[in-house]
Every structure is written in C-alpha cells, then in structure tokens.
C-alpha cells in the first residue's frame, strides 16, 4: 500500500490569510516530503522530514511553515502568500523498495492565492 | 545547472505501437533512477524503477534501460495504450532524500 492522502484539495485564499495544508500516511513510511510544482514544470522540492525531524529546507521562504506532529502527519501552514505562490502542493512519504527509497506523491492540493 | 534532462517535450505515438522516452543525466553519483507518470492536476504516480547495478528492469508493458556510461536511460511502453498519454517524468537520486526530476515528456499515444 502506498497511498498518501491530501486535504484539502483546492484552497483558494488572499494574501492576508492564515491556512493549512495536511498530508497524511499510514504506511510507516520513514520520510516525508513537500514539492511545489508550477504548470509544465517539474516537481521542486520545499522540505523532507525524516523520522519527524526537519532534515532539508530548500530555502523556501518562512511564509511557508512545515510541521510534522507525528510520524503519520504533516502539515503545512501558509500565511502571507503571494500570487505567484498559486501552484499545485505535492506530499510525499518514502518507502525502501528492492533496497532503494521510493517517493509516492499525493494527489495535491490546487492552491490559488489572490 | 539541469543535471537531468528530457530532451524531448513531447511525443506522439500510435496505439499499440512502441513508446520510447529518453533521460539524460549529468551527474555520476546519482544511483537510483525513477519514471514517474503524472495525469494534470494530478499527483506524480510511481511507475518503474532501476538502480545503477542493474541495466534493465521490467513491470509489464514498462522497461527501463541504464546506460550508465552513456548517462542516459529510456522507458519502453509496450504496447502503448490511449490511457498511457500523460506527462512522464524521469527522476534521479544520489543515495540521499533528494530527487532531481527531469522537465518531464508529454506522450500522446493516438488511435
């Protein structure tokens, strides 16, 4: 099983609001993962937690706040965005397969910013 | 600095036929090497996998072939099927929790 579940699945929010996005996986799964991706482009990654531990930050900007409450969750809260911070919010968590980590995305969440 | 690259932005092939997507990369620590399929506003599916002490591994219609000293590696999808049009995406790893994708190949596969 390698299901990664995402809510909410559109979030449309001015650029003075306060919200949340949630990723969960109840694979026990060591490592989770948020991706930004932007139309016709691949996915960049934002963060990893690794055993609930912060462990890559891709300088994204502190507007973006992660957290992992525990080893199944991860959120991430967003406050002042921008409109150019409108894009598609990807999770991931990491399985070892045949030896090898293996990243299995979440449908997203289709986030808009006015 | 693109270290892994999809040279070709799209591709068009007939049902049933042979699709063939190709790879590049730069970078010679990188180990582990995915494909990815992604539907629009969809998340990336995993697909295939192989690592750099193989040079072929199979799933099905999928096989993906390393060439590591060419640094280069393709997806064969046999036979190509309408529901296999989507964006795919090669992504390679170097042993640590970062993946760098590719920009990905849009594959049309028509009647």
């Known amino acids: 099983d390698t299901e990664v579940t995402q809510t909410p699945k559109h979030l449309v929010m001015g650029m003075t609001n306060k919200k949340s996005l949630k990723c969960e996986q109840h694979?026990?799964?060591?490592?989770m993962y948020w991706y930004k991706q932007k139309a016709k482009k691949p996915p960049e990654l934002m963060f990893v937690y690794s055993y609930e531990k912060l462990s890559i930050n891709e300088s994204v900007p502190s507007r973006f706040s992660p957290e992992c409450p525990n080893s199944s969750l991860l959120n991430l809260h967003l406050h002042a965005l921008q409109p150019e911070d409108s894009a598609l919010y990807l999770c991931?968590?990491?399985?070892?397969?045949?030896?090898?980590?293996?990243?299995?995305f979440g449908p997203g969440t289709r986030l808009l910013v006015l | 600095d693109q270290q892994v690259k999809q040279n070709s932005p799209s591709l068009s092939v007939q049902e049933g036929r042979i699709s063939i997507l190709n790879c590049d990369y730069t970078n010679s620590m990188f180990d582990y090497f995915l494909w990815y399929k992604k539907y629009p506003a969809e998340g990336p599916t995993f697909l295939i996998s192989i690592s750099s002490i193989k040079d072929k591994n199979e799933d099905g219609r999928f096989t993906v072939f390393l060439n590591k000293s060419a640094k280069h590696l393709s997806l064969h999808i046999v036979p190509s099927q309408p529901g296999d049009s989507a964006v795919y995406f090669c992504a390679a790893s170097a042993g640590s929790d970062k993946l760098i994708f590719g920009t990905g190949t849009r594959l049309q596969v028509f009647p």
């Open positions: 991931a968590s990491s399985q070892v397969r045949e030896g090898w980590e293996t990243q299995y």
């Open positions: 694979m026990g799964h060591r490592a």
